[in-house]
């Protein structure tokens, strides 16, 4: 069973800095795509970033030029160093990663709280 785990939320204020981790329990060539979605109280779960196996990496508009993907193929993990946080950044983040052998096995991890507040 794949399993994702995320590390690094915490509370920071505005104009700071977080790196959001997330390792997966195997090699992360087993899939197609890795990224991050957040989820703000009372909100839908939105896109923040995503990796692709075979191209460059997506980022939502509200957080471009501000957060980017790092991918470690040795560390199996692909993490989101944030910058220039905001307020409306804060959210539980999750890492989201798709199968590539089955791309209907969609993999989750629990979520780290991010909260950008003064």
């Known amino acids: 069973q794949v399993q994702l785990v995320e590390s690094g939320g915490g509370l920071v204020q505005p104009g700071g800095s977080l790196r959001l981790s997330c390792a997966a329990s195997g090699s992360i060539f087993m899939f197609n795509s890795m990224g991050w979605f957040r989820q703000a109280p009372g909100k839908q779960r939105e896109l923040v970033a995503v990796?692709?196996?075979?191209?460059?990496?997506k980022y939502a508009d509200s957080v471009k030029d501000r957060f980017t993907l790092i991918r470690d193929n040795f560390k199996n993990t692909v993490s989101l160093q944030m910058n220039n946080l905001q307020p409306e950044d804060t959210a539980v983040y999750y890492c989201?990663?798709?199968?590539?052998?089955?791309?209907?096995?969609?993999?989750w991890g629990q979520g780290t709280q991010v909260t950008v507040s003064s």
């Open positions: 990796l692709f196996s075979t191209g460059s990496p």
């Open positions: 989201n990663a798709e199968q590539r052998s089955d791309p209907r096995n969609i993999y």
